[in-house]
Protein backbone atom coordinates (compact mmCIF):
# COMPACT_ATOMS: atom_id res chain seq x y z
CA UNK A 1 0.00 0.00 0.00
CA UNK A 2 1.00 3.59 -0.30
CA UNK A 3 1.07 6.49 1.40
CA UNK A 4 -2.07 7.75 2.74
CA UNK A 5 -3.15 10.86 1.12
CA UNK A 6 -3.27 14.18 3.00
CA UNK A 7 -6.89 15.05 4.23
CA UNK A 8 -8.10 17.84 1.71
CA UNK A 9 -9.90 20.91 3.69
CA UNK A 10 -13.09 21.11 3.16
CA UNK A 11 -14.84 24.24 1.60
CA UNK A 12 -17.66 25.95 4.04
CA UNK A 13 -18.47 29.06 1.35
CA UNK A 14 -21.38 28.35 -1.60
CA UNK A 15 -19.27 27.10 -4.40
CA UNK A 16 -17.83 24.23 -2.60
CA UNK A 17 -21.00 23.11 -0.76
CA UNK A 18 -22.45 23.35 -4.58
CA UNK A 19 -19.88 20.99 -5.27
CA UNK A 20 -19.88 18.66 -2.62
CA UNK A 21 -23.67 18.42 -3.49
CA UNK A 22 -22.79 17.53 -6.76
CA UNK A 23 -20.48 15.28 -6.32
CA UNK A 24 -22.80 13.06 -3.85
CA UNK A 25 -25.62 13.52 -6.19
CA UNK A 26 -23.18 11.90 -8.78
CA UNK A 27 -22.42 9.54 -7.09
CA UNK A 28 -25.39 8.20 -5.72
CA UNK A 29 -26.71 8.39 -9.43
CA UNK A 30 -23.39 6.17 -10.71
CA UNK A 31 -24.37 3.83 -8.53
CA UNK A 32 -27.72 2.75 -9.43
CA UNK A 33 -30.47 5.13 -7.10
CA UNK A 34 -33.30 6.68 -8.55
CA UNK A 35 -34.08 10.05 -8.30
CA UNK A 36 -36.86 9.01 -6.01
CA UNK A 37 -34.12 7.10 -3.59
CA UNK A 38 -32.19 10.49 -3.75
CA UNK A 39 -35.20 12.36 -2.53
CA UNK A 40 -35.24 9.90 0.19
CA UNK A 41 -31.56 10.67 0.83
CA UNK A 42 -31.92 14.24 1.05
CA UNK A 43 -35.01 14.01 3.54
CA UNK A 44 -33.26 11.54 5.74
CA UNK A 45 -29.78 13.91 5.81
CA UNK A 46 -32.38 16.93 6.21
CA UNK A 47 -34.17 15.37 9.16
CA UNK A 48 -30.64 14.46 11.19
CA UNK A 49 -29.20 17.94 10.59
CA UNK A 50 -32.82 19.32 12.26
CA UNK A 51 -32.52 16.52 14.67
CA UNK A 52 -28.84 17.89 15.70
CA UNK A 53 -29.73 21.76 15.70
CA UNK A 54 -32.34 20.92 18.20
CA UNK A 55 -30.34 18.85 20.55
CA UNK A 56 -27.41 21.59 20.53
CA UNK A 57 -30.31 24.48 21.50
CA UNK A 58 -31.19 22.39 24.24
CA UNK A 59 -27.62 21.43 25.18
CA UNK A 60 -27.00 25.03 25.31
CA UNK A 61 -29.50 26.01 26.76
CA UNK A 62 -28.86 23.83 29.81
CA UNK A 63 -25.28 24.26 30.16
CA UNK A 64 -23.83 26.85 32.86
CA UNK A 65 -22.00 29.81 31.74
CA UNK A 66 -18.90 30.44 33.70
CA UNK A 67 -21.23 33.81 35.44
CA UNK A 68 -23.36 30.74 36.36
CA UNK A 69 -20.62 28.81 38.27
CA UNK A 70 -18.85 30.48 40.91
CA UNK A 71 -16.32 27.32 40.90
CA UNK A 72 -15.80 27.53 37.26
CA UNK A 73 -12.13 27.08 36.66
CA UNK A 74 -10.84 26.95 33.13
CA UNK A 75 -8.33 24.36 32.55
CA UNK A 76 -5.66 24.44 30.45
Same mark, same amino acid.
Given at each position: MGPIP???PVSTD???TRILARTFFNQLRAAGY? &??QV???ATELLELVTT???EGD???A???TPEAV &???QQRA
Open positions: EAIQKGT &PHIGIDLRKAGTQP &PEW
